[in-house]
């Protein structure tokens, strides 16, 4: 009668049946795991700087839709005193006002600080400003000012 197993273990020994990974593949892993993350991670979080920049820029230009729509309605921007809250509830004074101009209430930058207004100016005729992901004035890269000027 024919063996029908088609093992290789020697007559006398028993068969070796294998039911993890060795110490050295699982090392030979989390090399290639950590290789795969030091190379991509960085290029992965880069990325998110990026599109955070990008959010507040792109925020900042609705912003400043919501405050002209207001000064075509009003015939002037906002004071500093009633701030970008005036794109959506009515300041006290401002019958003419036609709002909201805002779906929702004003967000926070990116970052997660209110941006800030200044009428009139110092730059343009409004100024709307993110400090960045630093939170302070000035800055470079990510910690750069996001403006309207």
Partial sequence: MKNTHSSCALPGSRPRSRKGFTLLELLVVMVIIGLLAGYVGPRYFSQ????????????????????????????HYPGTEDGLAALV???????RWDGPYLSKNVPPDPWGNPYVYKFPGDNAEYDLLSYGKDGKPGGEGEAADITNW
Avoid at 49 to 74: F, N
Avoid at 89 to 95: K, L, S
């Fill in 48 to 75: 998110i700087g990026k599109s955070e920049i990008k959010a507040a820029r792109a925020q900042a230009d609705a912003l400043g839709k919501a405050l002209d729509q207001m000064r075509l309605d009003t015939g």
């Fill in 89 to 95: 509830t009515q300041p006290a004074n401002e019958p």
